[in-house]
């Protein structure tokens, strides 16, 4: 049985369900002026990642975790801001507040399943593209979540764009009054990224083709139509929300694009598939993602090597054409008979000067011509310092 929390930090991440032998780590991610509370918060007052969810995993081990972010596209009447950041920073920043909270948790290398709500499919698809691309030294520790995100579930998610007027009525139906006129006209920077013809979204669509066949994927669209007083909309169309690729595992729930997210009860439409996926992707996961890391502690070895290389190599002058010559004629030397005249060679030029050189970088270049590097002044065989590195 693991640990309870109801006390969810409106940004960043904060664990609902901590399992003491979690194999996995379940992460939740509101869209569009939502929170990681209520996003998740059915009419009756469930709270379907803790209220329902561990409960339909029998048994099979995870932690919960719910994620935050300013997704508001207005001013509310708390005098709340609406966001100002753009989907590649708000990407940024969930991949480091959870890279640092599973390290801090000791679940670093845990396989990540994602559950993402309508905008929220989009950032963590650049999150992944994000954090595929950190390959330098002092940011590997951020490639951990591409690394072990083992499976998404897309909920609702306009990975195509939407209509504007359709978001439009969608927040005016979220607000205590009619949304001010201006804010169709700014438009904010979160409600740009989602219009249909979206350079922004295009982009993300376009180098996530690249790595989704790596993830498990469900996208999963609304059947019910949003009433927003009076008028009744899909917010999300299934063109949007189900583009068709191969591998994918595609459904609709009968729930409109709000509601989609929020199970009252472990019969609600859709949470029957959603759990049962998730669970076992829970007993999946763990053998494929060490694997990958595996492959991951081989690819760090390699860019250590090259890093070692390109760093030294302004320090790497060819032979002298003195010693070229030298090395020369004790060559033809060795060839002569015994009767011939004895013949001195000329020593060997003195060692190029290593004044002005770093010492880390003269350790490495002891390692890449003799094999040895010098650690605090002891010699060591490259071989385990790179295990140990991997």
């Given amino acids: 049985m693991g640990s309870v929390n109801r006390c969810i930090a409106r940004y960043e991440t904060t664990a609902v369900y901590t399992h003491p032998d979690a194999k996995v780590d379940i992460v939740l991610v509101h869209g569009l002026n939502g929170t990681p509370d209520m996003t998740w918060t059915a009419k009756n007052g469930v709270f379907w990642p803790l209220d329902l969810l561990p409960a339909s995993l029998k048994g099979a081990q995870a932690n919960i975790l719910v994620y935050g972010y300013n997704a508001d596209v207005y001013s509310r009447k708390n005098d709340r801001s609406a966001s100002d950041n753009f989907i590649h920073q708000h990407a940024q920043t969930l991949v480091t507040s959870l890279t640092l909270f599973r390290r801090s948790e000791g679940t670093f290398n845990n396989p990540i399943i994602w559950v993402c709500h309508s905008l929220g499919g989009i950032m963590v698809k650049r999150a992944l593209l994000y954090s595929n691309d950190l390959r330098t030294a002092h940011h590997e520790d951020y490639r951990s979540i591409y690394v072990s995100t083992y499976g998404l579930f897309f909920l609702g998610t306009p990975h195509t764009g939407s209509d504007m007027a359709a978001w439009g009525l969608v927040l005016q139906g979220m607000s205590d009054a009619v949304v001010p006129k201006r804010f169709f006209e700014s438009e904010s920077v979160l409600l740009k990224t989602l219009k249909k013809d979206s350079e922004t979204l295009s982009n993300i669509n376009n180098h996530f083709l690249d790595i989704y066949q790596r993830f498990r994927i469900h996208m999963v669209h609304e059947n019910h139509k949003t009433d927003i007083k009076g008028t009744k909309i899909i917010v999300v169309d299934a063109n949007s929300a189900s583009p068709q690729l191969p591998g994918v595992t595609y459904y609709g729930v009968e729930a409109t694009h709000a509601h989609m997210c929020k199970f009252a009860s472990a019969s609600a439409p859709g949470f029957r598939a959603l759990s049962t996926d998730i669970r076992q992707w829970i007993l999946d996961a763990p053998a494929l993602i060490a694997v990958?890391?595996?492959?991951?502690?081989?690819?760090?070895?390699?860019?250590?090597?090259?890093?070692?290389?390109?760093?030294?190599?302004?320090?790497?002058?060819?032979?002298?054409?003195?010693?070229?010559?030298?090395?020369?004629?004790?060559?033809?030397?060795?060839?002569?008979?015994?009767?011939?005249?004895?013949?001195?060679?000329?020593?060997?030029?003195?060692?190029?000067?290593?004044?002005?050189?770093?010492?880390?970088?003269?350790?490495?270049?002891a390692a890449r011509q003799d094999g040895l590097v010098l650690l605090d002044g002891v010699s060591h065989g490259l071989e385990p310092i790179y295990r140990l590195r991997s």
Wanted: hydrophobic letters at 30%.
């Fill in 292 to 365: 990958r890391w595996e492959v991951e502690g081989l690819e760090r070895t390699a860019r250590m090597r090259n890093e070692i290389h390109e760093r030294m190599s302004p320090f790497m002058s060819p032979p002298s054409s003195a010693y070229t010559v030298s090395t020369r004629r004790e060559n033809d030397i060795s060839t002569l008979s015994p009767s011939s005249p004895s013949l001195t060679p000329s020593p060997p030029p003195p060692p190029p000067s290593t004044l002005g050189v770093p010492r880390a970088l003269l350790a490495a270049a």
